[in-house]
């Protein structure tokens, strides 16, 4: 880090980078409708612009981590942001649902190293009080930007169309590659020729993949995540194409179901220490498939109000910011040696299962609020099964 930069800039910048994904994911949620109909497409297929962005993202997390323990965060970290950032003003000039598709991919490969990488930044410049501080701020970024991220794209949609978002993402990720081509030295002190060996990778992996606690908390967080996802992916169509949602009002909506997580996330973060990561889970879970039941009830119903599909989604992402922490935290646990393989193996895990997720939406859906219920429902009963058939019994097999 330069002499003359201070570290609230170095700060700011990190924080940014690590917002990218949720930016890049929200901001454009409330152009989908208008995307699949400016293409003539379906519902599931203008979905897919979404669930190629988290499977790109999947993927990215696996590759960061060693790459920039070779050749260090500086390279890695710029190298992301000019690929995302070509990649979203391509995305801005896209002719066909199917050129959108594959060029979000591209752009959530890019934008992955934001997010991956600034944590690695954290930990290399800064002693481990600081650094969970710092972290907290970032934490306190990724609740925040799904909250702001589809109010501001509601006035982008309004002022310019669908392709203004990706114009948007474009400046946004310029201005990232300029901060940290200006501010930001190499960080690594120990780069590591081996970090990118196949060999090492796959037998970390392999360790991992036959950890039975850590498939059970990867898991538990994986699914507990696309019933978060399924609102992500499908809520648009929901709000905006069943209930007459306007386009521009769409992000205020949204900004109470972040509001769930948020108020999940404090409450878990006063909590977990006294009751324990088990317990924390336990309460997610079940809060989770309960809030996930009674919107598919009032759903199944035809109650279409707005508060019936807002009030069960906000306890599904409070839920979730239960979950989340505490299963990270446990599949990491029995891992010191390489937690920043096993940290990348859950993102994986986690946004994979939400791209399929997503994915499954856009095909079920069928203009009601059903499917959107049905899946989350689905969803979150498969993490509480996982929680009680894998992780509790694995806990206390070794207790």
Same mark, same amino acid.
């Given at each position: ?8 800039i ?10 990218i ?40 997390t696996?590759?960061?981590?060693p ?12 190298g ?17 649902i ?9 752009e ?25 501080r ?44 300029t ?5 930001l ?9 081996a ?19 850590? *498939? =059970? ?9 696309? %019933? &978060?996802f399924? +609102? /992500?992916?499908? $809520? ?72 019936a ?22 599949? *990491? =646990? ?5 937690a920043?393989?096993?940290? %990348? &193996?859950?993102s +994986? /895990?986690?946004? $994979? ?38 992780v ?6 070794t207790?």
């Amino acid at each position: 880090m330069s002499q003359h930069t201070s570290s609230t800039i170095i700060v700011v910048l990190l924080t940014l980078l690590v917002a990218i994904g949720p930016v890049s994911t929200d901001l454009y949620l409330p152009s989908l409708p208008s995307i699949g109909e400016a293409f003539g497409t379906s519902v599931s297929q203008a979905q897919l612009t979404l669930s190629s962005f988290i499977g790109g993202f999947a993927l990215g997390t696996l590759i960061y981590g060693p790459v920039s323990d070779r050749v260090g965060r500086r390279p890695a970290l710029l190298g992301g942001m000019i690929v995302f950032t070509l990649a979203s003003l391509a995305c801005a000039y896209a002719t066909s649902i199917e050129q959108l598709i594959v060029l979000r991919f591209v752009e959530a490969v890019g934008g992955c190293a934001g997010a991956v990488l600034s944590r690695a930044v954290v930990r290399d410049l800064f002693a481990r009080e600081d650094a969970a501080r710092i972290m907290s701020y970032m934490a306190g970024a990724m609740a925040l930007a799904p909250a702001l991220a589809p109010i501001l794209g509601g006035w982008i949609h309004l002022a310019f169309g669908w392709r203004g978002q990706f114009f948007a993402l474009a400046i946004f990720g310029a201005m990232l590659a300029t901060a940290t081509a200006l501010l930001l030295s190499e960080t690594n002190k120990h780069l590591s020729p081996a970090a990118t060996n196949p060999t090492r990778l796959i037998q970390n992996v392999g360790r991992l993949l036959r950890h039975r606690t850590f *498939l =059970g908390y990867a898991a538990t967080t994986g699914l507990s995540y696309g %019933g &978060l996802f399924s +609102f /992500i992916s499908g $809520g648009a169509f929901v709000l905006i194409g069943v209930l007459g949602v306007a386009p521009e009002n769409f992000g205020f909506l949204f900004m109470f179901v972040s509001a769930g997580f948020m108020s999940g996330a404090l409450i878990g973060g006063r909590l977990t220490k006294r009751q324990g990561i088990l317990r924390m889970m336990t309460a997610g879970v079940w809060i989770g498939v309960s809030a996930g039941c009674i919107g598919l009830i009032l759903a199944l119903m035809s109650v279409t109000h707005l508060a019936a599909v807002i009030a069960p989604v906000s306890m599904v992402f409070f839920s979730c910011a239960l979950v989340f922490p505490n299963a990270t935290a446990g599949a *990491l =646990g029995p891992f010191p040696d390489m937690a920043g393989t096993a940290s %990348g &193996l859950v993102s +994986f /895990i986690q946004m $994979g299962t939400g791209a399929i997720v997503g994915a499954i939406v856009g095909v079920l859906f069928n203009g009601t609020t059903v499917p959107l219920f049905a899946v989350i429902v689905g969803s979150t009963a498969a993490a509480t099964m996982v929680f009680y058939g894998i992780v509790l019994r694995a806990e206390k097999a070794t207790a």
